[in-house]
């Protein structure tokens, strides 16, 4: 027990040391910066004209909005720590900020995965069953939808955390560019790789239950859409689908790519 007192009191923060490697630190940076600033002003616009129309007041819209929001946070749990070392070159964290970064950061990835996966059932439910849509997805039922995914998400996720405090911390040297869960334990004294398994296992199931739920809902509504004899029903059903499809794309190419790539340099 001292030993892990000793520990913890030796190494209070981290250094960032993703970027060490990095030849133009200042050009990327800026890149970054522009980035996310376009996708706040994107996300904040989106949502406002949400808010303001009240022609948007609909169960679709709440979950766009839902997802910009997910959106947000997602970014702001990593970015302006890696804008900050690239242009600043403020490396080091302390390690209670780094705990709550890896938290947000984790919650956020598992909630775009919800709020997308919502939007496919969104989207089914009223190319599928156009008539009793109305009754059903309420705005009210919607809003509570999204509470509860937060609160299932942020459940599950807590043992992120729980698992991580206990441990002695050993190294101050974070290998990778933010406070993420494999790069924290790494900084523990003991063996990482139960840890990281057991974590990866829950994180695996979560993004392949989503998109396997995606999946499911889009060959329903494929099959929805074939049947349909009127021309003009089947282009307002693909142009209701085409941007969630995109918005799918986008994010589950690069995570699974990650999660490879994380694999990988084990």
């Not at 009191?9 to 600033?37: C, H, Q, S, W």
């Not at 991580?164 to 990482?192: H, W």
């Not at 099959?223 to 589950?252: G, Q, R």
Request: overall charge positive.
């Amino acid at each position: 027990m001292s030993s892990t007192n000793d520990s913890r009191k030796v190494i209070t923060e981290f250094v960032v040391a993703g970027f060490d490697n990095v030849e133009r630190p200042l050009t990327v940076g800026v890149v970054m910066l522009v980035l996310y600033t376009l996708a706040m002003i994107a996300n904040t616009a989106n949502i406002c004209f949400i808010i303001v129309d009240k022609r948007l007041h609909q169960p679709m819209y709440i979950f766009i909005c839902h997802l910009a929001i997910v959106d947000m946070v997602f970014c702001t749990s990593s970015c302006p720590t890696m804008i900050g070392i690239l242009l600043v070159g403020s490396k080091t964290i302390f390690y209670k900020p780094c705990i709550v970064q890896m938290f947000v950061f984790h919650l956020g990835s598992v909630m775009e995965m919800f709020a997308i996966a919502v939007i496919a059932f969104d989207r089914f439910f009223a190319i599928g069953s156009p008539l009793r849509y109305p009754s059903v997805m309420t705005n009210f039922r919607c809003a509570l939808m999204t509470i509860l995914l937060w609160l299932v998400g942020a459940s599950v996720l807590s043992i992120l955390p729980a698992s991580l405090v206990p441990l002695p911390v050993c190294y101050s040297i974070l290998k990778y560019m933010f406070c993420d869960y494999a790069a924290i334990i790494r900084t523990t004294c003991v063996d990482p790789e139960p840890y990281f398994n057991n974590i990866s296992i829950i994180l695996t199931c979560i993004m392949c239950g989503t998109f396997g739920f995606i999946c499911l809902s889009y060959i329903k509504i494929v099959i929805v859409v074939v049947k349909m004899s009127i021309k003009s029903d089947k282009k307002k059903a693909i142009h209701t689908c085409l941007s969630h499809v995109i918005v799918i794309v986008c994010f589950y190419a690069p995570t699974f790519i990650r999660v490879v790539l994380t694999r990988i340099e084990q």
